[in-house]
């Protein structure tokens, strides 16, 4: 059973910072491509940032663009979100994602076959 865990959700104030962990089980990530998403209250899940196999290709939305970083660890087999400059409208549910098959990372949420259950992130102001 393929399970992915995020943690390291919190409350913060604006200007702070978090780091987001996936700690994947029951299925080897260092062929896949990695994602992470956030959901709002009363908005769609959206694409945040993502990570291919290697590492060695990344991207991020661009209301995050300087200020998240994501990064993977394969021997571990674990996805970060690195969060800095946090504001307030980045409250949301986070979650980690992984397609099928495929060593890429996707911006449409529908290429993700696996997700995480989600944590929270709460930025005061």
């Known amino acids: 059973q393929v399970q992915l865990v995020e943690s390291g959700g919190g409350l913060v104030q604006a200007g702070g910072s978090l780091r987001l962990s996936c700690a994947v089980s029951g299925r080897t990530i260092s062929a896949s491509g990695m994602g992470w998403f956030r959901q709002a209250p009363g908005k769609e899940r959206e694409f945040v940032a993502g990570?291919?196999?290697?590492?060695?290709?990344?991207s991020d939305a661009d209301s995050v663009k300087g200020r998240f970083t994501v990064s993977r660890n394969n021997a571990k087999n674990s996805v970060y979100l690195q969060m800095d400059s946090l504001k307030p409208e980045d409250t949301a549910v986070y979650y980690c994602?992984?397609?099928?098959?495929?060593?890429?990372?996707?911006?449409?949420?529908?290429?993700?076959?696996?997700w995480g259950q989600g944590t929270q992130v709460t930025v005061s102001s």
């Open positions: 990570i291919n196999w290697s590492g060695d290709v990344t």
């Open positions: 994602a992984s397609p099928w098959n495929s060593g890429n990372y996707y911006f449409d949420r529908a290429m993700y076959h696996y």
